[in-house]
């Protein structure tokens, strides 16, 4: 095996040989080259050279490629289809080996453990190989075993990389504004899970969880007495491909109903349970002769928490709105903004992004070609989107794309519909309402306790004289906040409004207050004292005629 050096002179040969010498530079990796460049041929493109060059580097790279052709955006369509081309396959491993893998995990000999078990394996990939065995009581199951030494490959090939994305983000500005070092970070962990067994079959259950009360969609079981962390023994699913048209309409399943029912519980799990399949692409969907949907492969999924689910509805409102100023705030909270963002040019785009879209319904639009222009958008400022938003966006252009093949007046925008509705209004409902205000009141509280004080110094610093120079750039900062403190401000009025309406829910219904007026009231009551605070500080310097 190679040590930590070679392998980093190989990684620089490969880069180098493929012709992608600005990328070997810009990682650093030039300092371990030992081979001189042989240039590619003119007519490959840069998307090709990099997909060549990962596919040689091994499992590490393939699986960067394809975690990279899921995030559009990051780059443009040219290099998110050809790294989609990238395959997961490997040699196969003897069988012997796979035999003591299972021997030492499980105890047992394949023999004694399933009452048959094929020793010629169904998939061979980099982290592990699928065979075809039967349980004692008929059932058909798939045993995935880990490869041997592949967890040691694996760490020593992370680390490699996590040194050339920290290198790049401090030589390559480029970089630095789309945190090469934390998508190298969150790649890391997520092949790391990957590789643990126990926590695919516990997604695998969570998913059969949510769909238990939906006969048409297919969970396989996973059989914990033959699995561990490097064994998985799950349910096998035989089906049609979902987008082999031709073999579903013989089999007499109606297409068009398929594709609603899918794009239904990709929208299901997003929206309902938060909790996803990152990778619905073709080979992990089937459908059976009765025409439920199975899904297989667990190890890649995607959660749309609290503050997430927050900044999602924030950027529908907006969306649904035409409201250039929302849409380009939304998508600057959802994302990570570089120090250079240009916001009036963020606010321009937005606004053109509305003016092509401003006359259709949410029902009428193709959702595909929006979401890439929204991803234009982002990369265009360079602005990076959290991991789950990255594959909530490429499963909702994966399940369109599935659904148009299916049928071809296929709409996902009128199943997301109803969902998308759901989650813009869901801020308003009193509950999150009341929480919301609880946090505001809170934060004008302790705004209205300390800004008496800090006025107070200023006030002395200003009798005393003080000559300001100030350029430009150093004001910008200074007026943003004092345009966040107006703000607050008056959203500490807003807040003191609500004590009337609270009377009347209490008036109209005691058991939904105790629920959820509490903290609207306390809210409130914290805006009012701030805000007292405020002007009673106003007035005292107007009766004393002010300092200035």
Known sequence: MNTHLERLAQVAEILGRHGLGSLVAATGVDRWRVAQAVGSKPQITNPHRIRLALEELGPVFIKLGQMLSTRPDLLPPGYLTELSKLQDGAPPVAVDAV??????????????????????????????????????????????????????????????????????????????????S?????????????????????????????????????????????????VLTIERIRGIKVDDAEGLIEAGIDTHDLADRAARAAAKMIFEDGFFHADPHPGNLFVETSGTIGLIDFGMVGEVRAPLREQLAKLLQALTTNNPDRISSALLNLSTAPPTADRAALRYDATVFVQMYQDKKLGELEIGPLVVQLLAILRNHRLQLPREMALL?????????????????????????????????????????????????????????????????????????????????ELEPMVARVEQIGNRLVAGMVAAAFIRGIGDVATADSERLTKWGKPLLAGAVGAVGALSTYLAWTGRHRRGGGRR
Do not use: C
């Open 99 to 180: 035999r003591a893998v299972i021997q030492q995990e499980l105890g047992a000999a394949p023999e004694q453990l399933f009452a048959t078990f094929d020793d010629a394996p169904l998939a061979s990939a980099s982290i592990g190989q699928a065979h075809a065995a039967r349980l004692f009581d008929g059932t058909e199951v798939v045993v995935k075993v880990r490869r041997p030494g592949v967890v040691a490959r694996i760490n020593e090939d992370l680390e490699i990389l996590q040194n050339l994305a920290t290198y790049a983000n401090r030589t390559w500005p480029a970089a630095a504004d789309f945190n090469f």
């Open 182 to 230: 934390g998508i190298a970070a969150d790649f890391a962990a997520t092949l790391r899970a990957e590789l643990d067994y126990l926590q695919e079959g516990r997604n695998a259950e969570r998913f059969a969880a949510n769909f238990a009360a939906d006969p048409g969609i297919h969970i396989p079981r996973i059989f914990w007495e033959t699995t561990s962390s490097r």
């Open 393 to 473: 966006a490429k499963m909702l252009l994966m399940t369109e794309g599935m659904g148009a093949r299916l049928n071809p007046d296929f709409s996902l925008g009128n199943v997301l519909k109803p969902y998308a509705k759901h989650m813009a209004l869901e801020r308003f409902e009193p509950r999150n309402l009341a929480q919301a205000f609880s946090r505001l009141g809170l934060t004008v509280a302790e705004l209205g306790l300390d800004l008496p004080e800090k006025l107070e110094r200023l006030a002395g610093r200003m009798d005393d004289g003080v000559e300001v120079r100030l350029r430009a750039s």
